[in-house]
């Protein structure tokens, strides 16, 4: 049998009927753009972050544009943004025509952290965008007393993070706003593309808002270029379903992740360490190890699917090139050499830990 590298579809399975039906509402009562839905699952998603506003957006690249625009951001600003994770960060940055400036991430947690964003700043920075890499927290708090001070904002990049925590709140809620994806794969899933911006700041959130319909609030004047990026009303129906377990598939997740430590996996290669304070979300279980290819092909003849999830950092992706720093960093580049991400989900089957453990034991001895 073969264990799939995103386990979250049985969890899912039950719920379609539910989700059909409400679609079905929808197509009958023929609104399909920003209606009842999308505005009950903006009220519903802000209330599970803890924010005071969340505005529904077509993907988690705009979300990351249009909240960065909504900060203030403007072509030739300067923005930090870590090496290691998702192309899409760093370009929502330079779609806006601002400057990515990558910085390094911590060697336990992956993340951005005030030490590896600080000699990134110069006068012209107006945003840092940690990521909340693999569901694990970066440490906002300690961003924001670095950020704050100098008149620079902190956009939460929380694609892969619905339902972390940190200090007690959710990933999302702390900096000036977050970015949020509901593609199928994130922890929290739609059924094609979506995303959302949740901010405490009513004036981003009503930015954000104009610059999902283009720049205008009448549909008859325009007071700036804009977006077309509305999270649909169909998504909308169905991610409100979903919502109500996400808590619990969280919970799965943590237990799959103690499950793979209690197996030994620490013992055989890096695992990515939670941030203190935190409680990762676990979107992706990864390891980091010198042996990442014997592992990789030890795990695809036992019919386990592993992925290196990212294996280059983005400053050597052709289209980033030119934003290369002087010098590598070194420890973006340690982890991307060995990176190889494990079978993991809300409904990954209890042994799969341990066979996934022995598996990757087997190879290395
Ligand atoms: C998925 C992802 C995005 C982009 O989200 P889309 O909805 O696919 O546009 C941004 N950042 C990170 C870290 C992601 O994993």
């Known amino acids: 049998m073969s264990i799939p590298l995103f386990a979250s579809r049985a969890a899912l399975e039950p719920l379609l009927p539910e989700i059909a039906e409400r679609q079905r509402a929808v197509l009958e009562g023929g609104r399909y753009v920003l209606g009842p839905e999308v505005a009950a699952f903006e009220s519903e998603f802000a209330e599970f972050v803890g924010t005071g506003h969340c505005v529904g957006l077509a993907n988690g690249t705009d979300a990351l544009e249009i909240g960065l625009r909504a900060l203030g951001v403007e072509p030739g600003d300067e923005v930090v943004v870590p090496a290691f994770t998702f192309f899409a960060t760093a370009?929502?940055?330079?779609?806006?025509?601002?400057?990515?400036?990558?910085?390094?991430?911590?060697p336990e947690t992956w993340c951005m952290t005030a030490a590896t964003a600080e000699p990134a700043i110069t006068d012209r920075t107006?945003?840092?965008?940690?990521?909340?890499?693999?569901?694990?927290?970066?440490?906002?708090?300690?961003l924001l007393a670095l950020a704050e001070p100098r008149?620079?904002?902190?956009?939460?990049?929380?694609?892969?993070?619905?339902?972390?925590?940190l200090e007690g709140r959710m990933a999302g809620a702390i900096g000036d706003a977050a970015a949020f994806s509901f593609f199928p794969s994130k922890n929290l899933g739609g059924f094609g593309d979506g995303g959302a911006l949740t901010t405490n700041d009513a004036e981003v959130a009503e930015r954000a808002r104009l610059l999902r319909t283009r720049g205008s609030v009448d549909k008859r004047t325009f007071t700036e270029v804009g977006f077309n990026s509305r999270l649909d009303e169909l998504q909308a129906a169905g991610l409100r379903v979903l919502l109500p377990h996400l808590a619990d598939w969280i919970e799965a997740r943590r237990l799959a992740a103690g499950g793979y430590l209690d197996a030994g996996l620490g013992d055989l290669?890096?695992?990515q360490s939670e941030t203190a304070d935190g409680r990762s979300a676990w979107h992706i279980l990864a390891v980091a190890s010198e042996q990442r290819d014997r592992i990789a092909s030890a795990l695809a003849d036992a019919d386990?699917?592993?992925?290196?999830?990212?294996?280059?950092?983005?400053?050597?992706?052709?289209?980033?090139?030119?934003?290369?720093?002087?010098?590598?960093?070194?420890?973006?580049?340690?982890?991307?050499?060995?990176?190889?991400?494990?079978?993991?989900?809300?409904?990954?089957?209890?042994g799969a830990r341990a066979e996934v453990v022995a598996a990757i034991r087997a190879a290395l001895d």
Do not use: K
């Open 91 to 106: 370009e929502a940055v330079v779609a806006l025509g601002a400057t990515p400036v990558f910085c390094d991430v911590d």
């Open 126 to 142: 107006r945003a840092l965008v940690p990521v909340h890499i693999f569901g694990n927290p970066a440490p906002v708090g300690e």
């Open 151 to 165: 008149g620079i904002r902190v956009l939460e990049d929380a694609a892969q993070a619905h339902g972390a925590e």
């Open 269 to 271: 290669a890096q695992v």
């Open 304 to 350: 386990i699917q592993a992925r290196p999830y990212y294996e280059i950092p983005l400053y050597r992706q052709p289209a980033l090139a030119s934003w290369a720093p002087s010098a590598p960093l070194p420890e973006a580049e340690r982890i991307c050499s060995g990176i190889l991400a494990l079978p993991m989900g809300a409904a990954l089957p209890e």
